[in-house]
């Protein structure tokens, strides 16, 4: 038993009144260490408080309404003093996710559900640059893949001008919608050359024989935990991959294909559309999804950029 039992101390009853918790919690912030009772009875494991623990519990509760993570909490109140930034930026984050998704319910409810034009294409195979990066989920997606397009981009040269190569104007890439689709990186590219003009491109790669450069997104078409995105660089004549790229093949092929005109953060309703195309015909769909781009976002505005969407279907046995 606590013996004569302080004056100052108060049930956790009683304290979880005064601090605005349940005593659920309080014995959750005991047992994780983050806010220990002044004394624990040794015959019962009653826990007692002080009410000068009352500011500290009270902080507790107002940084959770805040969506604050209880080990940030926990190192809010060891005094670090940039222990928010991150959970200000994951705020941040969120809500432009959700700005975009609103964005997107508010072109459904006025043009109602996408039925975009979808064609079959074949394309030839392409010899590439490609760089991959490990995404940790779908709201992970636009981070991946900016940061591969950042190391491709940043890695290429032409053999006859090391100056001239491509570079990255800004690769602000931003999730979409609910993160449902693979189509979602707002991954902006420009060129030091001057991009391939929309009516000279289609989906079936006109913009490799302008000499035009040409980025494409590279989605699984499954979506798991972890998973690899991939952006791919058309290697025109003359030019060579550098840094950390790796020359590949992109496979020719059958693709469903359409044409996306618009922000790239609704590239996800185009990415439906396809998608529900193929299932309606029954066409067996394999990936990765691809995603070339076109515009060059430094110079056309946010409505008027064209993105080809493409999906790969199985082969006719």
């Known amino acids: 038993m606590l013996g004569d039992v302080d004056e100052d101390l108060l049930p956790i009853g009683q304290f979880a009144q005064l601090a605005r918790l349940s005593v659920k919690q309080l014995r959750h912030y005991d047992e994780i260490g983050l806010l220990r009772p002044a004394c624990v009875d040794a015959a019962t494991g009653y826990r007692y408080y002080r009410a000068a623990q009352a500011r500290t519990a009270l902080s507790i509760g107002l940084l959770r309404s805040l969506d604050v993570p209880l080990p940030v909490v926990g190192q809010v109140l060891s005094g670090s003093q940039d222990a928010l930034e ?6 941040e984050a969120e809500l432009a996710r959700r700005r975009r998704a609103l964005a997107s319910l508010e072109r459904v409810m006025a043009d109602g559900l996408p039925a975009t034009q ?10 590439v640059a490609l760089i991959r990066e490990r995404a940790g989920g779908p709201s992970d997606i636009a981070r991946a893949t900016s940061a591969a397009a950042s190391r491709l981009v940043a890695g290429m040269y032409r053999a006859a001008d090391a100056g001239a190569g491509p570079h990255l104007a800004h690769a602000d890439a931003a999730q979409t919608g609910d993160g449902s689709s693979p189509a979602h990186a707002d991954a902006r590219w420009s060129s030091g050359q001057a991009s391939a003009r929309a009516a000279d491109t289609h989906p079936g790669g006109t913009a490799v024989a302008t ?12 979506l798991s935990d972890a998973f690899d995105v991939a952006v791919a660089l058309v290697l025109h004549d003359g030019w060579e991959a550098g840094g950390e790229a790796r020359v590949d093949v992109l496979p020719g092929g059958t693709f469903a294909a359409a044409t996306h005109i618009g922000p790239y953060d609704q590239i996800s309703l185009t990415a439906h559309a396809v998608l529900a195309w193929c299932a309606e015909r029954r066409h067996p769909m394999r990936g990765p999804i691809r995603e070339v781009y076109v515009s060059d976002p430094a110079r056309t505005p946010p409505d008027e950029l064209i993105t080809h969407l493409m999906i790969p279907l199985e082969e006719e046995s």
Do not use: E, K, M, N
């Open 211 to 222: 000499g035009g450069p040409q980025l494409i997104g590279l989605f699984p078409l499954d």
């Open 118 to 127: 979808v064609r079959i294409v074949t394309v030839p195979a392409y010899r």
């Open 86 to 91: 991150s959970v200000r930026d994951s705020l």
